[in-house]
């Protein structure tokens, strides 16, 4: 009997350390040194502001528009045992610091959603229905909208990809792939009502965008890939000077791999201008009392950011392609 009851103490004390070192470990972020903020502001007005994880406002200073919309940002105690909600304060704190920041009146022209994990899409239907948007993505993202009761007539769903005008702006979202990270696939079929697990938001289709505006010649003139997966071939036929390159679990993926994510985000639409997203921890807020916060990366038991980090400084530095880790709230000008 005494043997039962020591081997159970020493389950239960095992089981506490290791609990214990999981959560020290999701709770130790690698250090990042940000480069000196880019501040080269154009006559043009265009220029967009990173908001985190692939969330970014984009503004010509008369229409405004959001990739993602992404301002929850639970803490991980809440993404693990939980079921989550649009945490509304929060996403309304960010919403109204970040049209401030922009200098823009508090309205959007539209959201697109890369794809319908809840890290791009949770949020997008209230901020949606705050600021007179609509929502365009998948049919998987359709269905986190009607879960939010976004009515039919600003949900907009181009499946397999399509094109989209904000205003002056043209957006053309190609069907791309997700980082190969365990937690894709599947599809929402159903409306996604809230609260509802993190696991719930299946992922639809990932796509990639390309951004034109008139202001800077007719082509496009950015590439944005949200999740850090690739489809061979599907950057051909167009070259963009910009490219805001995700970065979400490519840390723990080969050299071949993160060399020929490179090639096709980067060499083969011929950027010049590489700058990151999608690397921090998203489980951290973007402003706390008010105030903005720096991001940090994402924990290194789910990510390895200094080498993927390292990796793309390598082959920039190879290609004579400008790299720029993103800060939030930090602007880019065009
Ligand atoms: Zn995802």
């Known amino acids: 009997m005494r043997t039962v009851r020591f081997i159970l103490y020493a389950l239960c004390a095992s089981a506490l350390v290791g609990i214990g070192a999981l959560v020290f470990m999701l709770k130790s972020h690698p250090t990042v040194e940000f480069p000196q903020p880019l501040q080269q502001k154009s006559a043009n007005g265009l220029r967009t502001l990173f908001l985190g994880t692939s969330s970014m406002a984009w503004t010509d200073g008369q229409t405004t528009w959001l990739v993602d919309g992404f301002f929850s940002r639970q803490p991980l105690s809440k993404v693990a045992l939980t079921r989550l909600n649009v945490d509304n304060s929060q996403v309304r704190a960010v919403a109204a610091a970040m049209f401030k920041r922009l200098n823009m009146p508090s309205v959007l022209g539209g959201i697109v959603v890369a794809h319908s994990h809840y890290d791009h899409s949770m949020d997008a239907p209230f901020l949606a229905k705050e600021y007179g948007a ?4 998948s049919e998987s ?3 986190i909208a009607k879960g939010q009761d976004l009515p039919s007539t600003q949900i907009e769903v181009l499946q397999g990809g399509g094109q989209v005008k904000f205003g002056e702006f043209e957006v053309r979202l190609i069907q791309s792939a997700h980082a190969p990270t365990g937690f894709t696939g599947g599809f ?8 509802a697990h993190a696991l719930q938001f299946k992922e639809g289709i990932s796509y990639s965008f390309v951004v034109s505006h008139p202001g800077l010649g007719p082509g496009p003139f950015a590439l944005i890939q949200p999740s850090a997966g690739f489809v061979e071939g599907q950057n051909k036929g167009f070259s963009v000077k910009h490219v805001f390159l995700g970065m979400g679990g490519l840390g ?3 050299y071949a791999y993160i060399e020929n994510y490179w090639r096709e985000m980067v060499l083969v639409p011929g950027a010049t201008h590489v700058y990151l997203i999608h690397w921090d921890d998203f489980t951290q807020p973007l402003m ?14 789910l990510d390895d950011f200094p080498r993927s980090l390292e990796l793309l400084k390598m ?10 880790v993103l ?7 065009f």
């Open 134 to 137: 609509k929502v365009v993505g």
């Open 141 to 143: 993202t359709s269905q």
């Open 188 to 195: 929402n079929t159903k409306p996604v009502f809230l609260p």
């Open 252 to 254: 723990k993926l080969s």
């Open 288 to 301: 706390k009392q008010g105030e903005p916060l720096a991001l940090k990366p994402m924990p290194k038991l």
């Open 315 to 324: 082959f920039s530095e190879r290609d004579g392609v400008s790299l720029h």
């Open 327 to 333: 800060n939030s709230w930090e602007m880019v000008y």
